[in-house]
């Protein structure tokens, strides 16, 4: 009868064939029949079934049994009824589980059906199983989802943390390059400034050679001065024998000395060609270290920029 009495207080149609499935179905017509027969209800029979409802919603309030089931389970009463609705949209749209309850109306809905136990009508029945069952699928696809959230964070972390260590030892090599190659730059500035000195001392050699073939030249003019005046003053064989003996030995020893000189600054141009020669050859294999250095800075720093960007 409750299943006959909206939640406010109004006269509810039923199908028959709900109110059969709330109990056995032989009893329920019984049942049905005899209130019919006590002008208590009415039932209409159409196509595809048959309806019951009260006689007159005056029985809501007049009939004492009726009213005081109806006060004792008002709260029930009004939740059976929502239920009823549900479930039966659920079951004429062949059951789609978009349409079972969620959230807090599963949860309300749980928490009534284990409050005390209650006989529902299959169709009810089946509507919160459903809802129950989805609602426990979509708690453990909420760990599960929550568990391989947690599992990418920390493989997340992880590869930032390898790369972070990667990121560190690019930059460690590229300082280690850097440091390196400001080292050799040091050594190509300490090469030429040896290369500077050789050309210098090179330069004093020539000018030393330079010195000593005036030297010799100046000889030569005093010997021929010395032969001019010895002609001017008419000086005896023996006086310009003399002499002249006097102006070579000085001449030779201006000759020798120059040719020594001149060996002399030879010897300083060939060492300095050597230093020159060695300090060319330094500055090859310095040039070659330092691109290959520069080389291994652009890897690395190509590199740490690559690192860089699969971190960002």
């Not at 009726?66 to 029930?76: F, I, K, Y």
């Not at 493989?155 to 030892?169: D, K």
Request: no cysteine; net charge positive; proline share 2%.
């Amino acid at each position: 009868l409750r299943q006959l009495v909206t939640p406010e207080r109004t006269r509810a149609i039923a199908e028959l064939s709900d109110l059969q499935q709330s109990g056995d179905p032989a009893e329920t017509a019984r049942v049905v029949n005899q209130l019919v027969e006590a002008r208590l209800l009415v039932v209409q029979t159409r196509e595809g079934g048959s309806s019951v409802e009260l006689v007159h919603e005056s029985l809501i309030t007049s009939w004492p049994t009726l009213r005081r089931w109806l006060d004792d389970d008002a709260e029930d009463a009004q939740f059976r009824a929502q239920l009823a609705v549900a479930a039966k949209q659920w079951d004429a749209k062949a059951r789609p589980a978009g349409l079972l309850w969620r959230g807090e109306a599963v949860d309300e809905a749980r928490r009534w059906f284990d409050a005390q136990p209650r006989e529902l009508a299959p169709r009810d029945r089946a509507f919160l199983d459903a809802a129950f069952t989805l609602a426990r699928r979509g708690k453990r696809l909420r760990v599960i989802a929550l568990a391989v959230t947690f599992s990418l964070l920390a493989a997340i972390a992880v590869i930032l943390s390898v790369s972070y260590m990667r990121l560190s030892a690019e930059q460690a090599k590229t300082e280690e390059a850097r440091v390196t190659a400001e080292f050799q730059r040091d050594r190509a500035v300490a090469a030429e400034h040896q290369r500077t000195a050789a050309q210098s001392e090179t330069s004093a050699a020539v000018r030393g050679m330079t010195q000593a073939e005036n030297d010799r030249r100046a000889a030569e003019a005093a010997r021929r001065r010395a032969q001019g005046l010895a002609d001017e003053k008419d000086l005896t064989i023996q006086e310009k024998n003399d002499l002249l003996e006097k102006e070579k030995a000085e001449a030779l020893r201006n000759a020798t000395e120059a040719r020594a000189a001149q060996k002399e600054a030879e010897r300083a141009t060939q060492d300095a060609k050597r230093i020159a020669e060695k300090l060319e050859l330094n500055r090859k294999e310095l040039e070659v270290k330092l691109a290959a250095e520069k080389k291994l800075r652009e890897e690395a720093e190509k590199r740490g920029k690559g690192l860089s960007k699969e971190l960002k």
